[in-house]
């Protein structure tokens, strides 16, 4: 059993960065694979990033690559999305997710946190 929490939402202009943080519990969180989603109002949940579980492999979303940078520290129990020039269209409920597969898909993921909200303004 895994529990996420994601934290550092909040609105931002144009242009501008914030960094998303998801604390995990239990002691297996550096066997997981770990994804960030997002979710705007009336669209599917989209993949954004994910980040293997020793952190050499990342994968993005082709609208974020060269924005947004996912990272991990396994000691903290804790993965990072790191996101700047940010845009209106980045505003979404994000996500993170663990999963032991390694994928983009949301099936692929078994445990989620409850989300935090992130507003770009123009």
């Known amino acids: 059993q895994v529990q996420l929490v994601e934290s550092g939402g909040g609105l931002v202009q144009a242009g501008g960065s914030l960094r998303l943080s998801c604390a995990a519990s239990?002691?297996?969180?550096?066997?997981?694979?770990m994804g960030w989603f997002r979710q705007a109002p009336g669209k599917e949940r989209e993949f954004v990033a994910a980040i293997n579980f020793s952190g050499g492999n990342t994968r993005y979303a082709d609208s974020v690559k060269g924005r947004f940078t996912v990272s991990r520290d396994n000691a903290k129990n804790t993965v990072y999305l790191q996101m700047n020039s940010m845009k209106p269209e980045d505003t979404a409920v994000y996500y993170c997710a663990a999963s032991l597969l390694w994928g983009s898909t949301p099936t692929s993921y078994r445990y989620w946190g409850q989300g935090t909200q992130v507003t770009v303004s123009s």
């Open positions: 239990g002691r297996t969180f550096s066997s997981y694979a």
